[in-house]
């Protein structure tokens, strides 16, 4: 995947709120004083009138996210995951998911993929917070197209949506004809028969890299992306996990409470199954380039490559 073109899913996530900007007028962008990094920047310049900067206060932007939906506003309010899910739990809890407002929240920089900032803004526990919240849709795009994909549907649903968003550029793999994105559906990507790898994100793309190395070995591995953790595609879940036999679920997040988590609490009920979860385990993330952060927590290519093989 070298020669494929790389874009940050939070690149997405800018260039698609100006696209609907410019169609819907009751939209508006909320940042907590991160407008370049989380790209509303790209919005701001085209609609500052509707875009506020609410400071470095996260707390307080759900506050005024919510305050805005209840008047009809589809509000997007945009931070570092860290802060959105971390900080502002409470006033997304109370504020925003027990009103059921119309208020979609743009997570960036999520993950140990921020790299250098640390395990201090790597937040590997959002999509755990964000699913025990009644009513919240949490989706993590694999790549541009697939973000500007979920900004549009994150419009157009009606309640709370909490998008996941990377700095990482990663390879855009979904830039072809008969791509569709419906939430709470997943997308098989490849088909197997010996196991079914769930992955989320910008695990995606490496677990593809992965599926390749395995069928050098006689290995036929089911891939399939799964880009909305709640709610999850239970049918195919139970159905691939009854396929293959073997599951394999890989994310860019801890293994307690995320993807793994979701396709368990589905099999456990429906079609028990040997399930290997592959994420971050129960540590801190740490200082460093991005890439080799990946590299050594066992999430690129290589390391899922080798996980999977042991597991088999």
Known sequence: MSDVKKIAT??????????????????????????????????????PERHINCGIAEQNMMSVAAGLAATGKVVFASS??????????????????????????GASHAGISVGEDGATHQCNEDIALMRTIPGMVIINPSDDVEARAAVKAAYEHEGPVYLRLGRLAVPVINDHEGYEFRIGKGVVLREGKDVTIFATGLEVAETLKAAEKLAADGIEAKVVNIHTIKPIDRELVISSARETGKVVTVEEHSVIGGLGSAVCDVLCEEAPTKVLKIGINDVYGESGPALELLHKYGLDGDGIYEKVKAFL
Not at 19 to 41: I, M, P
Not at 80 to 105: C, D, P
């Open 10 to 47: 939070r690149e997405g996530y800018g260039n698609a709120l100006a696209e609907l900007g410019a169609r819907h007028e009751n939209l508006v962008v909320l940042d907590a004083d991160l407008a370049g990094s989380t790209k509303t920047g790209i919005f701001r310049k085209a609609f």
């Open 80 to 105: 570092f995951a860290m802060f959105a899910a971390g900080r502002a739990y409470e006033q997304i809890r109370n504020s925003i998911g027990y009103t059921k407002l119309n208020v979609k929240i």
